[in-house]
């Protein structure tokens, strides 16, 4: 069971589950996120993989708000990425939404391994992307299904979790994956290019230049 | 922040926030549940309480199934509801996804505070109604939010917890709740009766006679 969102740390974390020989089902959330994009990307990432089934939920978090990526808030451009402050992007509880989905659906086919692609070095101060985050969810997901409590407590698996961006360039050029596939872009521009301003651009091209590779995706004005 | 069902456990969770001086934001889920009957209470109970919002939020469970309620398996009928299976009513994993909805929302507008009804004693043996499961969430919304991360964890409060179904009945007449406005069949009848013979009106049933009090709900055959 992997989430998928299209972009590269969740292809990476899936083509990573699939390496270490487990069969894929990718789970993709359409959550009123303004980058939709993301999903064309991930629905052609899951064909690639040959995901056993790939599902879209439509879950609309936009009658909640609260964020850049699902409100009317600007997507902030050209911020420092090292800054240390959540940022507007941020999407509240949206990692323990999703793993609880995810969750949902694992116990559902009896998958007892659950990807997620969230990475703590390189990552934009999310508070749901660290490894104490991952460790509780894992401990809840134990006590509050029908698996966890017959003994089968399921294993939530973040490959990338202490990995920086440029070790996941490197790690996707590893596995031959193509990044043109991928998408990370916030703000997506016309033509299909991404907008390279953005939090997720900014990160995603500093890794590409530190692991000395080249991002495939299209960026305005590139 | 309270999730409204519009079940009873619900109903009297909301009923007691409010005593206890909070105000109200309510929250129902439509989930593709075969009662979606108790969205409707749900909404008259919300407007009843004053609340300051009621969100009904769309998710389609039936998408993953895995549950008498949201897919073609037949709702168990006259069961023993003393057993200690985990019944094909259980929706897998439905209390951290909703619990992980309320969190998105109560950080948006700011609220520390969120209230479920699950209570563990005359319960299904749904295993995300015990009270380990319940702290464990807390934690983990901690650890997964801005709020968490400034310092201002979030509490999540279920006041039913150590109550039987007769206690439950009992804190309603207590708060002069009207029974027959809330909802807890999962599978309603024609001319808008309770079925009278699912576990969720069998423990009502017994709740209230066990309290010696009326339930003002309409029952089939009754």
């Known amino acids: 069971m992997v989430l998928l969102s299209g972009g590269l740390d969740s292809y990476t974390a899936a083509a990573i589950a699939r390496r270490d020989g487990f069969s894929l ?3 993709s959330i359409r959550y009123g996120q303004r980058h939709v994009r993301e999903l064309a990307a991930a629905r052609a990432l899951a064909e690639l993989r040959d995901a056993g089934r790939h599902l ?3 879950l609309d978090l936009s009658q909640i708000g609260g964020s850049a990526l699902t409100s009317d808030i600007p997507v902030p451009k050209d911020r420092a990425i090292d800054s240390t402050q959540i ?3 941020y999407v509240p509880a949206r990692n323990t939404i999703f793993l609880s989905l995810a969750l949902a659906w694992a116990e ?3 998958a007892d391994d659950i990807f ?6 390189d990552y934009s101060g999310y508070p749901d992307c660290r490894p104490e985050f991952i460790a509780s969810f894992a401990e809840t997901a134990r006590l509050g299904t029908r698996e966890g409590v017959e003994g089968r407590p399921f294993t939530v698996h973040a490959p990338l979790q202490h990995m920086t961006k440029a070790d996941i360039a490197r790690e996707a050029a590893r596995l031959e994956l193509d990044s043109g596939l991928s998408w990370s872009c916030y703000d997506p521009q016309p033509g299909g290019r991404a907008c390279g301003t953005c939090d997720s651009c900014r990160l995603r091209q500093k890794g590409f230049a530190e692991a000395g590779l080249t991002d495939r995706v299209a960026y305005a004005g590139g």
Chains 1, 2 share one sequence.
Do not use: F, K, R, S
């Open 25 to 27: 089902y990718t789970l």
């Open 108 to 110: 559902v086919i009896g």
């Open 116 to 121: 997620i692609g969230v990475n703590a070095l």
């Open 56 to 58: 879209e939920l439509d």
């Open 87 to 89: 940022p507007v992007t």
